[in-house]
T-cell receptor
Framework: GNSVTQMEGPVTLSEEAFLTINCTYTATGYPSLFWYVQYPGEGLQLLLKATKADDKGSNKGFEATYRKETTSFHLEKGSVQVSDSAVYFCALSDEGVWETSGSRLTFGEGTQLTVNP | SAVISQKPSRDICQRGTSLTIQCQVDSQVTMMFWYRQQPGQSLTLIATANQGSEATYESGFVIDKFPISRPNLTFSTLTVSNMSPEDSSIYLC??????????FGPGTRLLVL
């Protein structure tokens, strides 16, 4: 079955530091890949996504590139801010089932990021 | 985008009791999803709830333990029955967005003593 593996957390950085959160996946076919973020006390929000190999998703200064050869979708940001403190989830959706089942998202374990001023 | 609210936001319950979690969406949606996030673990899909039909449960989840109602296109409930400490989790509902995305509610934090 599908699976997603994220780097273990928590991650603590100083403001303006470079961020990488690793994500690798196992799936059949060509899933779409996502990063969701959960700010304290809030629900998960879609941060960015990529639907095919070599696509780069980006939003709010975060980027992730769909690497089929390494089955990875690492999240990066060049300069983090205190407001980026949150839990980040890597996820994939089953190829081809969206229209029939709406979604079957498989999530990684989540990585807690704390950014200190 | 969809705005989703859940009630209660958190609760502490005694083992053997049941808790019903409500999920309200600000627009009509065909499908609603219920997830569980156990401490330190990833989100796991419990079931998909379609209005007017029985919910579809994922492997490892059964209707007797997690009965779901879906009375209309904007509302669903998930009941956690005969609770044990292992049911302590965050329970989230979500609805499909566009392009394979989902919108999530804020979650219900449940602690079973």
């Amino acid at each position: 079955g599908n699976s997603v593996t994220q780097m273990e957390g928590p991650v603590t950085l100083s403001e303006e530091a470079f961020l990488t959160i690793n994500c690798t996946y196992t799936a059949t076919g060509y899933p779409s890949l996502f990063w969701y973020v959960q700010y304290p006390g809030e629900g998960l929000q879609l941060l960015l996504k990529a639907t095919k190999a070599d696509d780069k998703g980006s939003n709010k200064g975060f980027e992730a590139t769909y690497r089929k050869e390494t089955t990875s979708f690492h999240l990066e940001k060049g300069s983090v801010q205190v407001s980026d403190s949150a839990v980040y989830f890597c996820a994939l959706s089953d190829e081809g089932v969206w229209e029939t089942s709406g979604s079957r998202l498989t999530f990684g374990e989540g990585t807690q990021l704390t950014v200190n001023p | 985008s969809a705005v989703i609210s859940q009630k209660p936001s958190r609760d502490i319950c005694q083992r053997g009791t049941s808790l019903t979690i409500q999920c309200q969406v600000d627009s009509q949606v065909t499908m609603m999803f219920w997830y569980r996030q156990q401490p330190g673990q990833s989100l796991t899909l419990i079931a998909t709830a379609n209005q007017g039909s029985e919910a579809t449960y994922e492997s490892g989840f059964v209707i007797d333990k997690f009965p779901i109602s879906r009375p209309n296109l904007t509302f669903s409930t998930l009941t956690v029955s005969n609770m044990s400490p292992e049911d302590s989790s965050i329970y989230l509902c979500s609805v499909p967005g566009g392009s394979e995305t989902q919108y999530f509610g804020p979650g219900t934090r449940l602690l079973v003593l």
